[in-house]
């Protein structure tokens, strides 16, 4: 990891991301299952740097009966080389993670862009809208046209009262 990268990642406030953010639902919880991946990784890194890897190979000769073993041991040990891994499989799925992670940020950003249009145009018929008193029939159905099909449809029933009224008011008749 390159030294930008190193100062980059040690200055990430991951408490503060989400909320930041304003992420929710699988992005939160994605990003927060590799936070603790990340930390987990970090912590077995730590303990694996901690740990000797020189091997006292004279401690064991002196306490084997049988040196010779030890020496073929210690020959095969210095001439032991790491093979390289192939990452590419790796890289891959990290690859596909981030574009998984991408779409999901898009898709994300677009319904909080459209939530947030639908909020502004409510704000602005709010902002704009006439007392209730001052609303006529005619502006009731212009903003709401099914109340007139279902006024239609009461009266063509006979219905004059409306359902739940009572119920929910109770009656205002005294007698």
Known sequence: MSSVAKSAASKIEWSKIIPQLGLTGQTAATLTAFKKRHDEAKRVLFELKQQPTEVD?????????????????????????????????????????????????????????????????????????????????DDVVKARPDVEEKVEQMVAKGRFEVPGYKEKFGDLVIM
């Open 57 to 137: 190979f004279s401690s064991y000769k002196s306490s084997l009966k049988n040196g010779s073993i030890v020496s073929k041991i210690q020959s095969d040990v210095s001439s032991f080389s790491a093979s390289q891994a192939d990452l590419q499989k790796q890289l891959n799925l990290i690859e596909a993670f981030e574009t998984k992670a991408i779409e999901n940020a898009k898709e994300t950003e677009s319904l909080v862009l459209k939530e947030l249009a639908d909020l502004e145009s409510t704000l602005d018929n709010i902002e704009s809208a006439r007392p209730f008193d001052q609303l006529t029939v």
